[in-house]
């Protein structure tokens, strides 16, 4: 450590007084030890717009507005993290509660909020999204005529940025080769920033930019511990999450991509001549870091944003969010991020979290960004459990090793081969040690989900010497099965047939089973469903808008994986492979990414939330049997499910109309949930704005879904929309399917348009006709002109 740092460090301990310093101030690690001895936590202070100012005076602003609460301008330059200063104006640094007072106080501070640790919420999809094509159409790639597909028509994004924050990328792995591309586009500026095992070299005309931050995380945990971790101090992918969402959002054409056979097919991203660039943000938790739990730090991510909005990213997919209670909009850091990013015409698709089916989950739900909901495609890999009594389960698996299909196993239930001392429910869910490998070696046994994660599971399953596997949902999970690439034989099975494989256990002394060899099917029925860890609504922060927006495949994804992880991510497996299944609303926030780069090729004047309301007014509710989506237990799925529905890429590049929504929209959606206009207008730049002396409702911002969370008489909710079909004269006829108990009309209900980019207002009234339960009702409306059908799903509850 240098001399001055460990002055600045004596001096910063002196400055709030606590004894010792000295003794401290000697050893390493200086700021790490200082942060956790004082109870210093880091701190954002965000401070909206840059109001134009240079950089390197905001960065100066920001060292004498730390100095001035830390008593020195040398301890500030130490101490602070990272200045915002492109993308929007703030900075990170370790206070003390009464410095973050003190900070808060100050001139032209929105907020100042504690950092807090995010989570990270994986190609037959596109196919299934009725995106089809290869490598030879990219590379012919012929001029866009009325008649091509939204690939064509879109240069297969070729021009688009997709910006990512995640764990990191593989740059090796085939879905980021660069034969088919031209010259980077000339309005990047971002880079390649040399690390661990990573240099200029290892980007391409593909992967144009990859950043990492870690000053957060390190903060926090101290200095990233290579061994422990095996992680890499630069943008490479340890995980492989990154790897995963990157390729699904914009990889290249990969024939024959596959895991150990499954899903064998051309990988490709929804954009896959855009470019990427990755900024890792995410990193893995030092104790059982190889559990695959990262923590990606605000401070991190915030930086992130705001350098990505400076290098000329296009689209932001971010696939990371925070538990339950949502942080407010201006102490969010990716709503932050986002919101700075939109006002730049940066459209932000985010996850929407994977804690389903418990409603009000739902993350990421501001009204500026694309928020996305998980579901599955017509690819199953079935592998059925034969029981000895001759029932046949449906089980589905990527496991490589099978059993033998003329052998019966005996069968156990690892709730009664657990080990003396431990609880029925642990040896259940054969938790890590809780088989007793005596009653489990040879055989194969049934382990529930609940705690634990699915491939832990199979480990304790090898560890107790079983022969094969079957992982059994719990009512939770319900119908949604999850594939793995177990080590051992075995395969997974729903809540249902988990509950029918205990009962037969239950009537027999001599339980016997069999498991059919996995294989790969497609035009599997129905499809899609909604995977039942989607977060559901309704929105918990504002009810009045709907969330999730949109739903897109995020069940059983095959993408690119590193090289520096197994498929399991589990320390004994030591497989490698270039293809990997997950899922997770991770892997359905980069198919809806890669999906709006392609319209911001095709439209490149539109806003973001033009964009979005084309993806989500397109959307579709009906599955492959054209009935209803069904939920991850086979009821009708509702707009707190999927938003508007499955995303649909082709109808959405041809919308008819869309609901446009200005920065100026979100500014005044900010006076309607409480902020005053002195904080807003140091959100943005804009020094005349005054919120309206009558604010106007939440749910009548341009929003192209309706929710009412307390209807209590008939209620009018305005609405605009922009024409942007093929012609410029065009009738829309409105129609609805109004939820139950409730009247709707809308008026007027004709809408005529004598030109494109036309503006027509109209007005939705919903009363209700019947006393509710308090429960919310669905139902939805649509303008059609014959051609386009452009509908917006309404939710409603009534309390009296
Ligand atoms: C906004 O910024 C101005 C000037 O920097 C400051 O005087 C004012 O207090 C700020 N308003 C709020 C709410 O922070
Ligand atoms: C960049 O990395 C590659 C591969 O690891 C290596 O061959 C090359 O020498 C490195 N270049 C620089 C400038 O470090
Ligand atoms: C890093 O991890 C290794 C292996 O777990 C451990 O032996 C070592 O002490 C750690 N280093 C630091 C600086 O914590
Ligand atoms: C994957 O499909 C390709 C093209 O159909 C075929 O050549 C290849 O052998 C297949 N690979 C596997 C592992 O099935
Ligand atoms: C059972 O599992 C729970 C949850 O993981 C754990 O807290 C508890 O310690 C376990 N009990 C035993 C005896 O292993
Ligand atoms: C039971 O669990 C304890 C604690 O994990 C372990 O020490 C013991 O060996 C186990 N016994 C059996 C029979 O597996
Ligand atoms: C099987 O038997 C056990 C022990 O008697 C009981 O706790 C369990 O509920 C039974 N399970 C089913 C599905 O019948
Ligand atoms: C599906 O919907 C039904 C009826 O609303 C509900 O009871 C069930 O919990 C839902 N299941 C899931 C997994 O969301
Ligand atoms: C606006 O709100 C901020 C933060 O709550 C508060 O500090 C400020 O005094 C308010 N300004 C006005 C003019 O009410
Ligand atoms: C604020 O001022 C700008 C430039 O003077 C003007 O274009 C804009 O319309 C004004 N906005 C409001 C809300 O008055
Ligand atoms: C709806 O009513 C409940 C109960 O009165 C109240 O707590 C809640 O804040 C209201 N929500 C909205 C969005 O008005
Ligand atoms: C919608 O209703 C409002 C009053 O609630 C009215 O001012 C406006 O003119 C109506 N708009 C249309 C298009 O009917």
Known sequence: MALFQIFAAIQLLLAIGVAGAKQV??????????????????HIVYMGETGGIHPDVLVSTHHDMLASAMGSVDIAKETILYSYRHGFNGFAAPLSKRQAEQISNMPGVISVFPSSRRRLHTT?????????????????????????????????????IIGLLDTGIWPESQSFDDDLLSEIPSKWKGECEDGDHFNASSCNKKLIGARFYLKGYENFYGKLNLTATEDFRSARDKDGHGTHTASTAGGSFVPGANVFGFANGTAKGGAPLARIAMYKVCWPIPSGSLSGQDSCFDED???????????????????IGSGNPQPAYLEDSIAIGAFHAIKRNILVSCSAGNSGPTSATVANVSPWILTVAASSLDRDFPSNVVLGDGTTLQGKSIAPKSLSESNWYELIDGGRAGNSSVPVANASQCLPDTLDASKVAGKVVICLRGLG????????????????????????QANEVSVDAYMLPGTAINADNANAVLTYINSTNFPLVKIVPARTVLDFKPAPSMAAFSSQGPNSLNPDILKPDISAPGLNILAAWTEANSPTKLPIDNRIVKYNIISGTSMSCPHVAGTAALLRAIYPSWSPAAIKSALMTTASIVNNLQQPILNGSGATANPFNFGGGEMNPEAAADPGLVYDTSPRDYLLFLCSVGYNSSTIQNVTDTANFTCPNTLSSIADMNYPSVAVANLTAAKTIQRTVTNVGSQDTAVYIASFQAPDGIDIVITPNKLTFQSLGEKKSFNITLTPTKRSKGDYVFGTYQWSDGMHVVRSPIAVRTTS
């Open 25 to 42: 101030a000697l050893n390493s690690h200086t700021r790490s030890i200082l942060t956790a001895l004082i109870c210093f936590k880091v």
């Open 124 to 160: 037959r999809s596109w196919e299934f999204l009725g995106l089809t094509g290869d490598s030879a159409d990219a590379a012919t790639g012929s001029p866009a005529t009325s008649g091509e597909n939204i690939w064509q028509r879109a240069k297969f994004g070729r021009d688009i």
């Open 301 to 319: 991510m915030l930086a992130a944003l705001d350098q990505g909005i400076k290098d000329g990213v296009d689209i932001f997919s971010i696939s």
């Open 453 to 476: 994660t699915r491939v832990g599971k199979s480990q304790e399953a090898i560890r107790a010497g079983a022969a094969g596997f079957i992982l059994g949902n719990s009512a939770a």
